[in-house]
């Protein structure tokens, strides 16, 4: 987990990426009809909006998540509290802004297309965040700031 408010902040441009990321592929994947590997390369197209979104919705991750935490809970705890917080408000509010910007909602309405593609995405947002995308994410982030904390201490 983070140390340092430098920390923080590579860890939420890391993960923003790889949710968002997963994310888009996985609607347009909706959208098409199924995976391809044209996804991949349609959800750059999004991503270069929708990124930024989700980094400025994750400083209100870490602003609740700092509030809710204490020294004494287990890493475990730590990190399901930080999953849970970042989909719960992260996929009501991205799933608004996609359903405004890329969604047709003029027949539905637009507070019942968001209501679909919210329902849609949190099942998809929770499990990847849990056990793919977080996972991964705090893989990368540990050798990234394990190794370099381990290079300073040989120094010594």
């Known amino acids: 987990m983070p140390k340092t408010k430098f920390q923080n902040i590579v ?6 990426f790889i949710m968002v990321y997963a ?24 991503l270069k909006l929708m990124w930024p979104i989700a980094f400025v919705l994750e400083r209100a991750v870490i602003y609740l998540f ?8 287990s890493l475990l705890w730590m990190i399901l509290i930080r999953s849970s917080l ?3 408000l992260m996929c009501p509010t991205m799933s608004f802004v996609a359903t405004l910007l890329f969604k047709d909602y003029a027949q539905a309405g637009m507070i ?7 329902a849609l995405n949190f099942p998809m ?14 893989w990368i ?16």
């Open 23 to 46: 994310m888009i592929c996985y609607n347009i994947a909706l959208n098409i009809g199924g995976m391809t590997n044209e996804v991949f390369i349609m959800a750059l197209g999004e």
């Open 11 to 16: 860890f939420a441009l890391m993960m923003t």
């Open 86 to 88: 970042t989909v719960c």
């Open 66 to 73: 700092d509030r809710l935490i204490d020294d004494h809970m």
């Open 112 to 118: 019942g297309t968001w209501l679909q593609v919210s």
């Open 125 to 138: 947002a929770l499990a990847w965040q849990i056990f793919f995308g977080g996972p991964l994410v705090r």
């Open 141 to 156: 982030f540990r050798l990234i700031f394990e190794r370099k904390s381990n290079v300073v201490l040989e120094c010594e």
